[in-house]
């Protein structure tokens, strides 16, 4: 679809926004309304534009899908990565507490990496769907 | 008066939605879910004015991006019948 122009110079516009409002949601899910969930979502859409755009081959050169199934794999060790750090701590799996000296700081520092290993997760794993649904040519 | 707003609002998304349901061919169909997906966006971020919650207003444009994109999704696959094609493939195509 390269030789839609307002569509290609809208979209080299918007891509770039849309992912850093997925960073916004991703690290402002303390304060407001986000998460990991939904900033994997709509870092994935950026993506996904991309490759509407120019084709799912280009969008295969710029982003490596095994790369995407790695990173997909190490959003989970992430997650599970922390727990188990928190059980090496001496508290119960995921108690973020024992993080840090202090508690709330450790709460911080615990609900920061475990959303991003989500979003991480999330944004690989809508990339390999749309890579899926997507005929390769 | 805001919550007289938001009735206007959901009529008019009524209207989007039967205009979407009569729709003779399928862009007819597509302009009128895209403008459906608009009016949602103004239903977001006035319901969150109204409950004191302007938080909202990243949710509607989270919805006004996604929405962009599903339109360009849906025309894209009427146009092409597949999701990942680029305009060099249909060039081959030609060729062939």
Same mark, same amino acid.
């Given at each position: 679809?390269? /030789? /839609?122009?307002?569509?290609?110079?809208?979209?080299?516009?918007?891509? *770039?926004?849309?992912?850093?409002?997925?960073?916004?949601?991703?690290? /402002?899910? @303390?304060?407001? $309304?986000?998460?990991?969930?939904?900033?994997? +979502?709509?870092? &994935?859409?950026?993506?996904? #534009?991309?490759?509407?755009?120019?084709? +799912?081959?280009?969008?295969?050169?710029?982003?490596?899908?095994?790369?995407?199934?790695? %990173?997909?794999?190490?959003?989970?060790?992430? !997650?599970?990565?922390?727990?188990?750090?928190?059980?090496?701590?001496?508290?119960?799996?995921?108690?973020?507490?024992? %993080?840090?000296?202090?508690?709330?700081?450790?709460? /911080?520092?615990?609900?920061?990496?475990?959303?991003? =290993?989500?979003?991480?997760?999330? &944004?690989?794993?809508?990339?390999?769907?749309? !890579?899926?649904?997507?005929? *390769? !040519? | 008066?805001?919550?007289?707003?938001?009735? #206007?609002?959901?009529?008019?998304?009524?209207?989007? #939605?039967?205009?979407?349901?009569?729709?003779?061919?399928?862009?007819?169909?597509?302009?009128?879910?895209?403008?459906?997906?608009?009016?949602?966006?103004?239903?977001?971020?006035? !319901? =969150?004015? +109204?409950?004191?919650? $302007?938080?909202?207003? @990243?949710?509607?444009?989270?919805?006004?991006?996604?929405?962009?994109?599903?339109?360009?999704?849906?025309?894209?696959?009427?146009?092409?019948?597949?999701?990942?094609?680029?305009?060099?493939?249909?060039?081959?195509?030609?060729?062939?």
């Amino acid at each position: 679809m390269e /030789h /839609h122009q307002v569509l290609r110079i809208v979209s080299r516009f918007l891509i *770039p926004l849309i992912m850093l409002f997925a960073l916004y949601v991703q690290f /402002h899910g @303390d304060y407001g $309304p986000g998460g990991g969930f939904q900033a994997g +979502v709509i870092f &994935a859409v950026g993506f996904i #534009l991309y490759g509407l755009i120019y084709g +799912v081959e280009r969008l295969r050169q710029v982003v490596n899908p095994s790369l995407m199934r790695s %990173l997909s794999a190490l959003g989970v060790l992430m !997650y599970a990565g922390v727990g188990v750090a928190s059980m090496l701590s001496g508290g119960e799996f995921l108690n973020y507490s024992v %993080l840090a000296e202090d508690p709330v700081a450790g709460q /911080h520092i615990g609900i920061l990496i475990i959303e991003f =290993g989500v979003g991480l997760t999330v &944004a690989s794993t809508m990339t390999i769907l749309f !890579y899926a649904f997507a005929k *390769p !040519y | 008066m805001v919550e007289f707003t938001i009735l #206007l609002i959901l009529l008019s998304m009524l209207l989007a #939605l039967i205009s979407a349901a009569i729709g003779e061919t399928v862009y007819d169909k597509i302009l009128a879910v895209n403008i459906f997906g608009t009016i949602t966006v103004l239903f977001i971020a006035v !319901y =969150g004015f +109204v409950t004191g919650r $302007p938080d909202f207003l @990243d949710i509607a444009l989270v919805y006004a991006l996604i929405s962009f994109v599903t339109t360009i999704a849906v025309l894209k696959f009427f146009e092409y019948g597949d999701m990942g094609k680029s305009s060099t493939d249909r060039e081959q195509d030609i060729d062939i």
